[in-house]
């Protein structure tokens, strides 16, 4: 059972308005509000467990054999305000929800999340759960309803299956093309109440945005999905989500506040929850699902006329449901009049579940009146004499006199009453990991019958305090943040003479162990050498499965991937733009390291430099006899190479044309060879020239 605490109030009367009625149940100005639910995760794969909250929501908790269980932050997938859920609740961008995976990618590997809840959940329309991105999958839902009993595919509440992309759905996330580039947001999941099935598309296609939900009609004790793959490497997403509306009001007595005083709202299925009226005797229960016929309790002074209980008040009488008003306005018997006064303990703290005797003794037949002070220290009573002296006694103190006023107009304010030897002390702290917690938690005193008793706040310290009178009680405090660990009940606490200590320490869940693994690798060019420098980047091929991971190659060409999420489908490719290499497409293992990949990339360009020209020697004529008798010796002439630069080297070396632009290739061995050319060709001409000159002379002889 979830107990609130009073707000304040300035915020209770904003909430009220200003137009309040007396005297029964009506309609406030507030407008409802609508809350998808946070989750928490912790443990390892396939041994999960996690809780839900939602605002008016029975605790939750949950257990899964799911290999992977992830708190997704709602930033990049969520339910618009145009989908079927979204209208009734608001949009869930940035809510978290579960995303999960089967046990085993294959027919038989299903996986099973349960949810518990620590009451039974609210009836028909005030809450609803989503079943998201279920395409090459399905999911199978169970329940138990109150009592244990299985629910049927009725009391499950299919509402409808839609699809929450944002081109059907305005305001939704942006979807990726379905496979075979099919416009996204097409595929719907199809319902199967015989079996209570979910099931994705017929081609078990790996689509985007197909979603269903469902309202439960009745109150649920658990829920299970029990979860399948069809094909590739599906997942599944899960929200939480309900509506809520408040119920508040003002206790008098004669027109006079009452502080203190216990109100309890119950639910049909039972549930209650309990606060106390402020100085101003007002209360708010501002978180109530939004059901029908709760019943408003509150504790009456004694003695007084007026209506303690109002059934039949309804949160569900409006689409999305209507805040309430419920005051309880007490009154004297005519010609009598009332008394509203304080007990403290010693140091001045209000003494609460103290009993009061108040007696006239000017008239010793008169039956004296007994109660009990309220939380806040608070006793109060009617039908007393008006303007007479009364006595009032606390515990072993002697009595203390008080005057009443005059019959018919507010009861007159009366001094505290100190009774220290009739008030013992429960006091202690709220920390969380050792620290105290905020100053505002709620702290409640329960005595042996279950009755809240005293109802308090911690301080800045993390400190609480109750003055009671002795007794066996219960304290009760609430989780400082979801999935904190520690009791939030004490019970069987006896109050002694002295300070009685009853602390609460919580501790913050552990961190679940993020399971990650690495996905190694080489890359080389086409031409089979290491490609150093290169950027190789792995993309998840499903939105919700985290982001690109991106590693470098070594001068090796090798590269790790690390970080990656466990048995998830990525694209790796190596390079870009028009150096990028054909992508793969990988499942990562469940723990440890990945095959290793072989990666190609294109060779790298390297221009081809402009070859020197083969060097033309000149032609020297053949030589002709002339008529002279006398022989006539004609010079050779040395040949002339042809037209050209000297090329330079890489180093940067000058030639006649200047150097070579470096290309990342070696030149040097170009430059010898062509040196080499250059020789044997002018060996070539010389031997030549010298043989034409031998023959000239042979024939001149």
């Known amino acids: 059972m979830r107990r609130w605490r009073m707000m304040t109030a300035g915020l209770t009367g904003i909430v009220l308005g200003a137009g309040l009625a007396l005297g029964g149940a009506t309609s406030a100005s507030a407008e409802p509000n609508g809350h998808w639910g946070t989750f928490t995760v912790s443990g390892a794969s396939r041994a999960y467990t996690g809780t839900m909250t939602l605002p008016g929501f029975p605790e939750t908790t949950f257990t899964s054999n799911s290999r992977q269980s992830t708190v997704i932050s709602g930033a990049s997938t969520w339910q618009g305000p145009a989908t079927a859920p979204g209208a009734v609740y ?17 027919a038989t590997g299903t996986s099973t999340t349960t949810y518990r809840f620590a009451t039974p959940t609210p009836g028909a329309s005030s809450w609803s759960f989503v079943l998201g991105d279920i395409d090459a999958d399905q999911a199978t839902i169970s329940a138990t309803v109150q009592g244990g009993a299985p629910a049927t595919a009725a009391q499950l509440g299919y509402r409808s299956s ?163 008003t419920v005051d309880f306005p007490f009154t004297s018997p005519p010609a009598t009049t009332s008394v509203i006064g304080t007990v403290t303990d010693g140091a001045g703290h209000p003494a609460a579940n103290v009993p009061v005797v108040i007696t006239d003794p000017s008239s010793p037949d008169t039956a004296p009146v007994q109660v009990v002070t309220n939380s806040d220290g608070v006793y109060a009573g009617a039908d007393l004499p008006a303007s007479t002296d009364l006595a009032v006694a606390v515990g072993d103190e002697a009595p203390t006199t008080i005057t009443t006023g005059a019959a018919g107009v507010a009861p007159v304010p009366q001094e505290p009453i100190a009774a220290p030897s009739a008030v013992n002390t429960v006091t202690g702290t709220v920390t969380i990991d050792g620290t105290s917690v905020p100053a505002g938690v709620v702290v409640e005193l329960f005595d042996a019958d279950g009755t809240l008793v005293g109802s308090t706040e911690t301080d800045a310290a993390g400190a609480y305090l109750f003055a009671a009178a002795p007794g066996t009680y219960t304290v009760r405090t609430t989780t400082p943040v979801p999935g904190a660990t520690g009791g939030v009940e004490r019970d069987a606490v006896t109050t002694t003479g002295d300070a009685t200590a009853v602390d609460f320490p919580f501790a913050t869940p552990a961190a679940p162990t993020a399971v990650v693994v690495d996905q190694p690798g080489t890359v080389t060019d086409a031409d089979g050498e290491p490609a150093a420098g290169v950027t190789v980047v792995a993309t998840p091929t499903e939105p919700d499965s985290g982001g690109p991971v991106t590693a470098t190659t070594g001068r090796d060409g090798t590269f790790d991937l690390t970080g990656l999420e466990p048995t998830t489908s990525y694209q790796v490719v190596a390079g870009t733009g028009d150096s990028a290499g054909e992508p793969q497409t990988i499942v990562t293992p469940e723990t440890g390291s990945a095959v290793p990949l072989a990666l190609v990339v294109p060779a790298a360009v390297v221009p081809t430099p402009t070859p020197t020209p083969t060097p033309t020697p000149t032609a020297t004529p053949t030589p002709t006899a002339t008529p002279s008798p006398v022989p006539t010796t004609q010079p050779t002439t040395p040949p002339t190479v042809g037209g050209g630069t000297t090329p330079s080297s890489s180093t940067g070396g000058t030639g006649a044309g200047g150097p070579l632009a470096y290309t990342g290739a070696d030149v040097l061995p170009a430059a010898l060879a062509a040196g080499v050319l250059v020789l044997l060709g002018a060996g070539l001409l010389t031997f030549r020239a010298v043989r034409n000159r031998r023959r000239t002379e042979h024939l001149q002889d």
């Open 162 to 324: 839609y699809n929450s992309c944002s081109s059907v759905s305005p305001g939704g996330w942006s979807c990726p093309a379905d496979p075979g580039g099919v416009a996204a947001g097409q595929d719907v999941p199809t319902w199967d109440p015989a079996t209570r099935t979910l099931t994705g598309n017929s081609a078990a296609n790996d689509t985007a945005g197909a979603t269903a939900w469902f309202t439960p009609t009745v109150p649920l004790d658990s829920l299970t999905i029990t979860y399948q793959q069809r094909s590739g490497f599906p997942v599944y997403q899960t929200w939480f989500a309900n509506r809520t509306a408040a119920i508040s009001g003002v206790a008098t007595l004669d027109g006079t506040p009452i502080p203190g005083a216990t109100v309890t709202v119950t639910a049909l299925r039972g549930t209650s929850y309990t606060t106390t009226t402020d100085d101003e005797g007002r209360y708010v229960f501002p978180q109530l699902p939004v059901i029908n016929d709760y019943r408003v309790d509150v504790a009456a002074p004694s003695g007084a006329t007026g209506t303690a209980s109002v059934p039949g008040v309804s949160l569900n009488t409006a689409p999305g449901g209507v805040d309430r």
């Open 90 to 106: 608001g949009t869930s961008r940035n809510s978290t929800y579960m995303n999960q995976r089967p046990t085993t990618d294959s």
